[in-house]
């Protein structure tokens, strides 16, 4: 097998994103938001979409939920071993949900209420206010959801989930 491109071989073919639009959420520090959607339950937030792409948003209002894929732009840095919020073990950042990734993307899904005029009305958000959003997906069961046999060192963690808020150590 081989040992994949160098870092300087992966920068000549660099990949750019450009921000579809801005999420707006009640969160503006990163300290104390809920660290998932379920833990962001009833969490009111607004996703204003760039005008350019207004016909891109045709027939989305039929889906009651949606997947926000974004940008973390407040972090600093990356870890390849992190220790997340739900553990106090280090793990290798591919295993967490954890911003501080080679490419900080983040995904949440959440409940679509309603879209007036380029401006998602969204809930259960668990995003910081101002974050750029890179895309928007129809969040369908059938394609986006799977029993599962094992989540790995989550297992024992989920159970505070609700009440988990993140803090400093990915800023």
């Given amino acids: 097998m081989g040992t994949g491109p160098t870092m300087e071989e992966q920068e000549e073919t660099?990949?750019?994103?450009?921000?579809?639009?801005?999420?707006?959420?009640?969160?503006?520090?990163?300290?104390?938001?809920?660290?998932q959607p379920r833990g962001a339950l009833g969490v009111p937030g607004t996703v204003d979409v760039l005008p350019e792409y207004h016909a891109a948003l045709a027939d989305l209002d039929g889906f009651s939920h949606v997947i926000?894929?974004?940008?973390?732009?407040r972090v600093s840095g990356v870890k390849l071993r992190v220790?997340?919020?739900l553990d106090t073990v280090e793990r290798g950042v591919f295993a967490t949900r954890a911003p501080v990734r080679p490419n900080p993307i983040g995904?949440?899904?959440?409940?679509?209420?309603?879209?007036?005029a380029g401006t998602l009305q969204v809930e259960n958000v668990d995003v910081l206010d101002g974050t750029p959003l890179l895309d928007i997906k129809p969040y369908i069961p059938e394609f986006d959801s799977f029993g599962v046999d094992s989540i790995g060192w989550c297992d024992s963690s989920l159970r505070c989930l609700p009440e988990k808020r993140s803090d400093d150590r990915f800023g």
């Fill in 83 to 85: 220790i997340p919020f």
């Fill in 107 to 116: 995904l949440s899904v959440v409940r679509l209420r309603s879209i007036l």
């Fill in 68 to 73: 926000l894929l974004y940008h973390f732009h």
């Fill in 14 to 35: 660099a990949v750019v994103y450009r921000p579809i639009g801005v999420i707006h959420t009640p969160f503006h520090a990163i300290e104390g938001m809920p660290i």
